[in-house]
């Protein structure tokens, strides 16, 4: 089967300016995430969709973030406007209904730098 | 609040060597514990998945324990190979909320020919 796909791969854009990441889970996967590590951190959660719904969306930072999923399937996260401190690679995975037996699949990551 | 450790930060071995890797938890209620391997520019690669009801999972040459009782799980790679070489998370998921991963800084590790 497809992993999760990610795109674009690398992103490199101007304080000020926006970007729109994009997440493809596999198919059948209810549950999508989107995770980020800046540079020396750990991976830390964004947000939790389940289908088109936001079921947790605690670890977003600001509302310069704004995520979506529309029709359950895949999902954007767009940054408008990006910050500096907004450069790092940005993750997504997806799950099964149950998530905990199964456990994650990630996706290669968005790696952004903002200039 | 969870917080998930992992000891060492780093650490270079030779070829052939068998090694562990440490990853220790605050919060002992834990659902599962789950090993990933990131390859430097890639995403991360599940490696084995652990239940708490589970003491340990093994996958070819990785074998992953589980102490809930002392936050502890370890990663024990035998035989290690150049293509070990990766970065080795632990994550467990946040109490309450399946979805969120706690995630450790991780163990880079290079195995030298």
């Known amino acids: 089967e497809a992993g999760v796909t990610q795109f674009p791969s690398h992103s490199v854009i101007e304080k000020g300016q926006t970007v729109t990441l994009r997440c493809d889970p596999i198919?059948?996967?209810?549950?999508l995430y989107w995770y980020r590590r800046v540079m020396g951190k750990e991976i830390k959660f964004l947000l939790h969709f389940v289908k088109e719904s936001k079921q947790d969306e605690s670890g977003m930072p600001n509302n310069r973030f704004l995520a979506e999923r529309t029709g359950g399937t895949y999902s954007t996260l767009k940054v408008q406007p990006a910050e500096l401190e907004d450069s790092g690679v940005y993750f997504c995975?997806?799950?099964?209904?149950?998530?905990?037996?199964?456990?994650?699949?990630f996706g290669s990551g968005t790696r952004l730098t903002v200039v | 609040k969870q917080e998930v450790t992992q000891i060492p930060a780093a650490l270079s071995v030779p070829e052939g060597e068998n090694l562990v890797l440490n990853c220790s938890f605050t919060d002992s209620a834990i659902y599962n514990l789950q090993w990933f391997r990131q390859d430097p520019g890639k995403g991360l690669t599940s490696l084995l998945l652990i239940q708490s009801s589970q003491r340990e999972q093994t996958s070819g040459r990785l074998n992953a324990s589980l102490d809930k009782s002392s936050g502890r799980s370890t990663l024990y790679i035998a035989a290690s190979q150049p293509g070990d070489s990766a970065t080795y998370l632990c994550a467990v998921p946040k109490r309450r909320s399946q979805g969120n991963l706690i995630f450790g800084k991780g163990t880079k590790l290079s195995v030298k020919p």
């Open positions: 995975a997806s799950s099964p209904p149950d998530s905990l037996s199964y456990g994650y699949t």
């Open positions: 198919s059948g996967h209810d549950n």
